[in-house]
């Protein structure tokens, strides 16, 4: 954070307490009558340019936010005070100071800091009045026999130059002048976030007037002979906590006024002040639900989530919103950058046999292709095209931890593989499929991102067929964990298996997989209604089934997980179910 500190203001009528001088800031502050702590969009007051702003329709449908109509000024009481003393008193006034949410109550003041190597020359040879003009004349060259301190010297040349060259010389400063850059436009609502976020300035402070201390003077500091001139040394401002904030030093605390009395009284080089400071919060200091209860029309309800699918942030916006879709994902997109690059809201349903989502992306770049990192892998998944859901990350990682290392696993709905790539860390093989051609491509490239492919076989079919062809292969070691995600249908899958071991060489002591079918159940009691489901699926009634809740995906309506053994009678049924 950076608080550029603008002072000071010449004050007006003075104040007077116990030796010191103070006076009342001149402004045209409106109270509020929020009371509540902290800054808020309500509190503080707006600039006469921001008066003249309004929401526009253009804000409203298409999302082009005006950032200055969020800048909000609030009136500030600090303590003015050396630079050396600042962390001491930082914790000797605890609880004293300002404790807003992301801005600092220490602030720097512009112009505040002065060069050791200075401060040394000044007390060294600042012995009279006269003392100023001799270091003068020594940073412009011109003291007699003393040359160029290299600190001074340092900084003559930083007013001879700047970043673009020459300041003085402009044809010598072209040849040092770098590329030339778009220029920026005026007004902060113009610059990127990313430039703004750089330079730290979501908070601009300034300091609207000074009570208590000419600050002409620089008595404190030098001595009393020095009285009335321009410099003061370096001082930071302590952050008086929002309460004090139109206080004179008669009303503020026992512990503060206890300090401005000692350092005054006690320091020879004090420059501790009262001072009023305006703190001026910008759009980007405000939080993602603050800007939309400012803009939404009052009654409707601000949007709080979305889900994260690497850098595209998935809203599931209301009918209510969506006049207001481009809005809110404005600001999403504003709020959440660098991490969110691509805003998208879900216009449909999952219905397609792909299980793809129908999205329209709102605000951001339009590539829906990302990088999503899930328990320490890596998967590439483009929206568009295949299936993912990162809120089914903890029910992978939960199956995924009862697989043993001499397991074979086949994934009969793979996706790009998020289950099937990270049993492959944990087991001795894994059969990975999908239906989708797209899925398929990613799921592979995926396993070369994860380094493990050599453990993964990829297969693009109906899963009907693939677990035919897993099952009753002769060739293949014996699958031990069969994965089948697809909820909606994946029950309806498992008639494949009836009678699939009954050609098997030594049958009978053949090995049997452990099956784990996810479904979804709106029943009263959703672990009943599922088993009744797995037991019909697989005509056969004595199955036993551990059931796990995975989520609830809707109101009442339940994701859930059945893990059981193949029973013998499916495995080895001389009936079967043919591919249809
Ligand atoms: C709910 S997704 C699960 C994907 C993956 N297991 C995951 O956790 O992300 C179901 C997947 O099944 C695939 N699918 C749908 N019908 C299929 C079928 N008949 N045979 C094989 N795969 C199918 C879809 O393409 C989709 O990728």
Not at 480 to 485: I, P, S
Request: charged share 25%.
């Amino acid at each position: 954070m950076a608080l550029k500190l603008l002072f000071p203001f010449p004050p007006s009528k003075p104040l007077r307490h116990k030796g010191f001088s103070f006076s009342t800031v001149a402004s045209t502050l409106t109270l509020n009558s929020d009371f509540s702590y902290g800054p808020s969009l309500s509190k503080g007051h707006k600039t006469p340019f921001q008066a003249q702003l309004s929401l526009t329709e253009e804000t409203l449908t298409l999302g082009k936010i005006d950032e200055r109509m969020f800048t909000r000024v609030f009136d500030v009481a600090a303590l003015r005070v050396p630079a050396e003393d600042c962390f001491p008193l930082e914790n000797r006034l605890r609880g004293h100071l300002l404790n807003w949410p992301r801005v600092k109550n220490i602030a720097r003041v512009s112009g505040d800091e002065m060069d050791d190597s200075i401060r040394r020359i000044m007390r060294e040879n600042i012995k009279d009045a006269d003392g100023l003009d001799i270091i003068n004349r020594r940073i412009d060259g011109k003291a007699e026999g003393g040359g160029f301190d290299p600190v001074l010297y340092r900084d003559k040349l930083a007013k001879s130059f700047n970043c673009r060259g020459f300041v003085q010389f402009r044809n010598l400063a072209k040849m040092s002048r770098p590329k030339k850059s778009k220029k920026r436009e005026n007004g902060l609502h113009s610059q990127s976030f990313r430039e703004r976020k750089a330079r730290n300035s979501y908070d601009i402070m300034e300091v609207s007037g000074c009570v208590g201390v000419d600050d002409e003077d620089m008595s404190g500091l030098l001595g009393e002979e020095f009285k009335g001139r321009r410099w003061r040394g370096s001082s930071r401002l302590l952050l008086l906590d929002e309460r004090y904030a139109y206080k004179v030093v008669d009303e503020l605390p026992p512990a503060i006024q206890a300090v401005l009395r000692e350092y005054n009284e006690q320091s020879k080089r004090s420059i501790f002040d009262l001072v009023q400071c305006k703190l001026t919060l910008h759009y980007d200091y405000w939080q993602m639900n603050e800007i939309l209860e400012a803009l939404l029309p009052k009654g409707i309800i601000v949007p709080a989530a979305f889900e994260m699918v690497g850098h595209i942030a998935h809203l599931n916006l209301r009918d209510e919103h969506l006049p207001f879709r481009k809005l809110i994902a404005k600001v999403v997109l504003d709020k959440n950058q660098p991490k969110i690059q691509t805003v998208v809201n879900k216009i449909d349903s999952i219905q397609n046999d792909y299980r793809t989502m129908q999205l329209e992306v709102l605000a951001g770049n339009h590539s829906l292709v990302t990088t999503v990192i899930e328990n320490g892998l890596r998967f590439q998944v483009d929206l568009a095209t295949v299936y993912w859901n990162s809120r089914l990350s903890t029910e992978r990682q939960r199956l995924v931890s009862s697989f043993a290392s001499d397991d074979i696993v086949c994934d009969v709905f793979s996706g790009v593989g998020p289950i099937a790539i990270a049993a492959a860390r944990v087991v001795k093989r894994v059969y990975a499929n999908d239906l989708n051609p797209s899925a398929v491509d990613y799921l592979k490239g995926n396993t070369i991102l994860n380094k493990l492919e050599r453990k993964v076989e990829v297969c693009n079919m109906d899963g009907r067929r693939f677990i035919n062809a897993m099952l009753s292969s002769r060739r293949l070691e014996p699958i031990t964990q069969v994965v089948m995600n697809l909820p909606k249908d994946a029950v309806e899958y498992l008639d494949a298996f009836r009678g699939l071991f009954r050609n098997k060489p030594n049958s009978k002591d053949y090995p049997l997989p452990r099956i784990h079918v996810y479904g979804f159940s709106k029943a009263q009691d959703p672990e009943f209604d599922f088993h009744q489901k797995i037991r019909i699926a697989l005509s056969e009634v004595g199955v036993e089934v551990e059931m796990h809740r995975v989520r609830l995906v809707a109101p009442g309506k339940w994701m859930l997980c059945g893990s059981f053994v193949l029973p013998k009678s499916v495995a080895f049924s001389e009936s079967s179910v043919g591919l249809y």
